[in-house]
């Protein structure tokens, strides 16, 4: 029986160590990270939605789908071994170890991010943490890949990626930590690190088809998908860079003020970016700013003032924008941007956060000191910021290249989908369901016959589907088709965007 009462008068929790020694927890602290941890996982959701809306309707379902198995795979993970390896308080500088394996012995002791709350409520708070980072880095795998190895892949990555980053970073006996590397909320472990994974699997998995011609020139086929994920993002990210104040005080407030102010002023950057070149205000180039915008204000969040906020929000809005044409330059079919929006707007807000950040405003917690940075004539925070991204990017980039490899060299888990998965579109070659009422056909499957009919095994076999003779790689026509007329009708020319 847990040894807690309440303070008669302010009615605070009061536990009792099992040493004797008491520790008082806030109610409201308490209340407002269990409030910050729902509001984390409603990210999860809104990363499918966004990632969904700007792949092809073929591919649609996968993405949403698979962030919400990434909950599953990473909140099993973390309470398997993940909360020890990242915070167990008796592991290495890199690593933790396996004091705290399947949640033994975590409940009301202070936690190890902040005395203010206990251990078990830290836990859940920062499982939110580990789901959404691995979601956000599974979206390298998007359009061509099986949905069963990736979701191994994914509690692999966790352990040997996310763990040691997250251990580095934030728990007391990481090296990072030790130096004196700022990161409010994640700039390194869940941007860098997913961002940085998603470039990896990219160069692993290849291209796909058609890369390089009119057939991958498409639009995103559901922009309101990308602007509903873009709003449960940025409701979220109050929790996500408020909450790790890890108390409701004046610092969470100044938080949730910088990361609303930033998202506002890289949404409106990368939007007037667009309009330069097109004349016309994008829907999705500013959903893709104001994701920009928040991930670079991540690891600042509560180290800077309002006005820093807006720089940071330009500066990265502006750097994500031509970052985009990175994977142009190395001729890796990155399909989602991911490296672009993540691992170096979290490399950017990094290093604005030694620029920026002020030992007033980590005060406001009454609690927190540093020595700041450049604005404190702090000088030497810049090259502790350095490198902890530098570790972060290459240990992700090494690490998920390694795993991929192994992974691609064990029967059943090799994880480049067959290539009439490809053409048949990953939501019916290897979930057999759709986004929407209707599927888009390849024109290399189209029937000639009714009695034709495409034979699928878990997506990989396409069996007696005489491809029409009139379809050429570079046609980008694509047919709707209904659920239940898919594989027995004639299917005619045509032309329809997917």
């Known amino acids: 029986m847990v040894n807690a009462t309440y303070v008669e008068s302010s009615q605070d929790l009061l536990y009792y160590a099992d040493d004797g020694t008491p520790y008082i927890y806030n109610l409201g602290d308490m209340a407002w990270v269990l409030a910050s941890t729902a509001l984390v996982w409603l990210m999860v959701p809104g990363v499918g939605l966004f990632y969904s809306g700007l792949l092809r309707r073929k591919n649609a379902l996968s993405m949403i789908f698979l962030s919400v198995a990434g909950v599953a795979v990473g909140s099993f993970q973390w309470f398997f071994w993940g909360y020890s390896l990242a915070f167990s308080d008796t592991g290495s500088k890199f690593i933790g170890d396996l004091r705290y394996f399947c949640l033994k012995g975590v409940l009301a002791d202070p936690s190890a991010g902040s005395s203010r709350i206990p251990a078990i409520l830290f836990c859940v708070y920062q499982c939110m943490f580990c789901v959404i980072t691995g979601v956000l880095a599974v979206g390298g795998f998007a359009e061509r890949s099986k949905i069963g190895p990736v979701m191994v892949f994914l509690f692999a990555w966790l352990t040997l990626v996310y763990c040691p980053i997250a251990n580095w970073t934030w728990n007391p006996n990481g090296w990072s930590f030790i130096m004196g590397g700022l990161d409010f909320a994640g700039g390194t472990p869940v941007h860098i690190s997913s961002g940085t994974a998603s470039m990896a699997i990219a160069i692993y998995l290849g291209k796909r088809r058609g890369y390089g011609t009119e057939r991958l020139a498409y639009k995103p086929h559901n922009t309101a998908f990308i602007i509903l994920g873009t709003v449960f993002l940025w409701f979220g990210w109050f929790g996500f860079n408020g909450g790790s104040a890890l ?21 409106i950057t990368w939007m007037l970016l667009d309009w330069r070149l097109e004349r016309k205000y994008s829907a999705v180039g500013f959903c893709s700013g104001a994701i920009s915008g928040l991930v670079g204000i991540t690891p600042a969040a509560g180290f800077v003032g309002s006005p820093a906020a807006v720089a940071i929000g330009f500066v990265t809005a502006f750097a994500c924008n031509f970052a985009t044409k990175i994977k142009f330059l190395l001729r890796v079919d990155e399909t989602l941007d991911i490296f672009a929006s993540h691992a170096i707007g979290g490399m950017v807000g990094n ?107 878990s997506g990989d076999v396409i069996a007696e589907s005489p491809m029409s003779p009139g379809s050429q790689d570079g046609d980008s026509s694509q047919e709707k088709v209904p659920h239940g007329a898919k594989g027995n009708a004639a299917v005619g020319g045509g032309r329809v965007d997917v």
């Open 247 to 267: 108390s409701a005080n004046l610092r969470a407030v100044q938080a949730c003020i910088v990361t609303n102010l930033a998202a506002s002023v890289g949404g």
């Open 351 to 457: 290093i604005l956060t030694g620029l920026f950040a002020q030992a007033s405003v980590a005060g406001f917690d009454g609690i927190t000191e540093i020595p700041g940075g450049w604005f404190d004539h702090h000088y030497i925070q810049l090259g502790y910021q350095v490198a902890d991204l530098s570790a972060g990017f290459a240990y992700s980039l090494v690490m998920t290249t390694i795993i991929c490899w192994i992974m691609h060299f064990i029967p059943g888990l090799r994880l480049r989908a067959s290539e009439e998965a490809e053409i048949v579109g990953i939501d019916d070659a290897y979930l057999g369901e759709f986004a929407y009422d209707y599927v888009g056909t390849d024109p290399e499957l189209r029937l000639h016959r009714v009695e034709s009919k495409p034979i699928m095994s």
